[in-house]
């Protein structure tokens, strides 16, 4: 079976901290995409990262970094120095050969002023 | 370009009507799909399609119905609304078929349903 999980429902932090996210994904397939999604309050989703199973190389851009550990099966999301603007609601999700994309529970982040 | 497009944005029923969510997609993309997104759930997949003429269930797809005629549109039908049917819906496109290959999924505005 497929599964992710977001386990932080809620996270609250003041202007300029760093902030990481957790994802822990379930698959038996060998070959699979992970994702992280972003959700302002407007409402869209905003695609930010795609990673496949055989590149574990951590990823940085600006201010996001992502750490894909496969021996703990997990993804997380780091933000770095965050801002007001970084407030929403964000998806890890997995997709492996059935094609389907599973999305976590999602983790609602709130950065203060 | 326009990506993937959502009518409406908003809708109320009442229960027990009928409606169509409607998605359209001018990417060429194979894949299509609807999830539905309600609080502490995430997005859950309704049904899929991989191709024109091509359909299947995802997750929760009771009291739901599509069809793809075209490759460019993938249209949700409820045939009698709920009020469990109230939430956020999103249509999906994609690059490839089935399997890992292809392009991360593109997503439309969503629509906002509220079943009374």
């Known amino acids: 079976a497929q599964k992710v999980t977001q386990a932080q429902t809620e996270i609250s932090v003041v202007e300029k901290e760093d902030v990481t996210l957790d994802c822990v994904y379930e698959?038996?397939?060998?070959?699979?995409?992970l994702f992280w999604y972003k959700q302002p309050p407007s409402g869209e989703l905003v695609f930010l990262i795609r990673?496949?199973?055989?590149?574990?190389q951590n990823e940085i851009s600006g201010r996001y970094s992502w750490n894909f550990q496969k021996s703990t099966s997990s993804f997380n999301f780091t933000i770095t120095a965050s801002q007001v603007v970084d407030s929403a609601v964000y998806f890890c999700?997995?997709?492996?050969?059935?094609?389907?994309?599973?999305f976590g529970q999602g983790t609602t982040l709130q950065v203060k002023p | 370009n326009a990506g993937v497009t959502q009518t409406p944005k908003f809708q109320v029923l009442k229960t027990g009507q009928s409606m169509t969510l409607q998605c359209a997609q001018d990417m060429n993309h194979e894949y299509m799909s609807w999830y539905r997104q309600d609080p502490g759930m995430g997005l859950r997949l309704i049904h899929y399609?991989?191709?024109?003429?091509?359909?299947d269930q995802g997750e929760v797809p009771n009291g739901y119905n599509v069809s793809r005629s075209t490759t460019e549109d993938f249209p949700l039908r409820l045939l009698s609304a709920a009020p469990s049917q109230t939430s956020v819906y999103f249509c999906a496109s994609r690059d490839g078929g089935t399997g890992t290959l292809g392009t991360e999924a593109f997503f439309g505005q969503g629509t906002r349903l509220t079943v009374v």
């Open positions: 399609s991989v191709g024109a003429g091509i359909t």
């Open positions: 698959t038996r397939d060998t070959t699979y995409y």
């Open positions: 999700a997995l997709r492996s050969n059935t094609g389907k994309l599973i």
């Open positions: 990673r496949n199973s055989f590149d574990e």
